[in-house]
């Protein structure tokens, strides 16, 4: 059976499950051809198959990240897609194979950093996790914390807890005293109780 028809929309369902139970067949069966039938569906003229298409693949990324990384360029061409759903996808399917496939990340941060520009929340998030695990490779260590102290420069407030959180766990000690300053200068804006003190423990770990 072609992998079009094990899709949730080919199978009338609205949740993901059936994509999820694909990508777990593909991964456990190493099926190649599978995933490229995949990433030719992202071209397919119904937006409901790519939008299956690109879930299956970041969901086999997280499986089998080796079955989904020969197809890195074209989830980085999807980056500037007219559909925002295909967007946050291609990025969430990038960050599943970022700890496997740094190196193409890394040459293609200018991509990933102007669709996080440009993007939704869910595409901010996915380009922290790519920088958080880039930036525990010593080679990419200083342009990454660097990257990532600018993220928290202009995150949005509901994100900029988890983001805080995610540095912080690899940051280098001669950049602390700068996280610290943007954290602190905006520590005011975040007035969700639970949030500021997510925030203020993260400050006050840093400050050690």
Do not use: F
Not at 46 to 75: C, F, M, R, W
Not at 180 to 191: A, D, G, H, M, Q
């Amino acid at each position: 059976m072609p992998v079009i028809d094990k899709l949730a929309t080919s199978l009338n369902r609205r949740d993901e499950e059936p994509n999820k139970q694909l990508a777990r067949t593909i991964a456990e069966a190493n099926n190649a051809a599978a995933v490229t039938e995949l990433v030719s569906l992202l071209q397919h003229k119904d937006k409901n198959i790519q939008s299956d298409a690109i879930k299956v693949l970041e969901e086999t990324g997280k499986l089998s990240p080796e079955l989904v990384v020969p197809y890195t360029s074209e989830l980085v061409g999807l980056l500037q897609h007219n559909n925002n759903r295909m967007v946050w996808g291609a990025m969430a399917a990038l960050s599943a194979l970022a700890p496997v496939a740094p190196t193409i990340l890394y040459n293609n941060l200018s991509a990933i950093l102007d669709a996080a520009a440009k993007g939704s929340v869910i595409t901010k998030d996915h380009t922290v996790k790519i920088l958080t695990i880039l930036a525990a490779i010593p080679a990419y260590t200083d342009d990454c914390i660097a990257l990532l102290l600018d993220q928290l420069k202009d995150a949005p407030v509901n994100q900029l807890p988890t983001y805080a959180e995610n540095t912080a766990t690899i940051v280098a000690p001669n950049y602390r005293l700068e996280m610290v300053r943007i954290l602190s200068e905006r520590l005011p804006e975040v007035t969700q109780d639970a949030k500021h003190r997510r925030l203020t423990k993260v400050l006050q770990k840093l400050q050690k």
